[in-house]
């Protein structure tokens, strides 16, 4: 009974401890009128050829202006990109395909206008169309900006730019090592035709590519003979290291042994040579003293 008593207290007291008001999870107000609400639609529209992280942030920055979006993307034919841009990498297909497997897109509109117009806005409810804010000049011909109207009506919302990246500067890429990606496509088994070059560059190519592979084959046997040698002059080393300390120390001893010979002569002939001197000053003081004497 004592036990069960006390287990009794123990469970009373922890609900004295206990907030009063116990943490109740929900979803925010506003987060639930935004999503009640129709979500409002943004229309993106472009070209997007050789679809890149570039496009791919434009269109999740324009997915992200409001909570709950719809986000319409359009993309221009062939036809029409040819007339007012110029020739694409990827077919009209190949593009909007590429847009479909964006996870910021929940819409592709094919055969977009290059002007968006009324009643394009108005045959999809669209709110707002989302692009950055370069000027982009229209079908006229006199260099107005392709979302004027869109501006003039308050339904523009501005996305920026991804710097160092574009469609421009991939192919620019591509041109300036041109030689070299067509050689890694011979190498794989396109055809000069495939490639669209003629009979002599394919010629003139190969050659070049046989000349580089052929350079990198010395300079890999150049490197193997380098680190081989290394090993065996540190291998010698290693060898032979205690015999050629011990020759050296050897001569070194031998070298002072002589040069203390050297010097040890030196000193006696020195000594010597003094003492004949001064046995010499000697003999002729006692000549002077006798004959002073007589």
């Not at 067509?182 to 002599?200: A, E």
Request: aromatic letters at 10%; hydrophobic letters at 35%; glycine letters at 6%.
């Amino acid at each position: 009974m004592s036990r069960l008593l006390m287990q009794r207290l123990g469970r009373e007291a922890e609900l004295e401890e206990a907030p009063a008001t116990p943490t109740v999870w929900y979803t925010p107000l506003s987060d639930l009128a935004d999503f009640d609400r129709p979500p409002i639609r943004v229309y993106a529209d472009g070209i997007y050829d050789l679809f890149h992280f570039g496009h791919a942030r434009a269109l999740e920055q324009a997915k992200k202006i409001f909570p709950n979006t719809y986000l319409l993307v359009g993309c221009c034919n062939d036809e029409i990109t040819r007339r007012y841009k110029g020739k694409t990498v990827m077919t009209e297909a190949e593009r909007y395909e590429s847009l479909r497997h964006c996870k910021w897109v929940d819409e592709v509109i094919p055969n977009a206008p290059w002007v968006i117009t009324q009643e394009f806005i108005d045959m999809h409810n669209i709110d707002y169309v989302a692009h950055d804010s370069l000027p982009y000049a229209d079908a006229s011909g006199a260099g107005n900006d392709v979302y004027e109207f869109v501006k003039s009506i308050g339904k523009f919302k501005e996305t920026k730019r991804t710097d160092g990246v574009s469609t421009s500067d991939i192919i620019m890429r591509i041109l300036k090592d041109y030689n070299e990606y067509v050689m890694r496509n011979l190498s794989r088994g396109y055809s000069r035709k495939d490639l669209g070059v003629s009979y002599v560059k394919e010629k003139q190519l190969r050659v070049n590519m046989g000349i580089t592979k052929l350079r990198e084959k010395v300079k890999e046997h150049q490197e193997n003979v380098g680190k081989k040698l290394a090993e065996i002059q540190q291998n010698e080393w290693m060898e032979n290291a205690d015999r050629w300390v011990a020759g050296f120390l050897e001569k070194f001893e031998e070298g002072c042994h002589i040069m203390e010979t050297a010097i040890r002569g030196r000193i006696h002939d020195g000594l010597k040579r003094q003492q004949i001197n001064t046995k010499s000053e000697l003999e002729e003081q006692e000549e002077e003293l006798y004959s002073d004497a007589s």
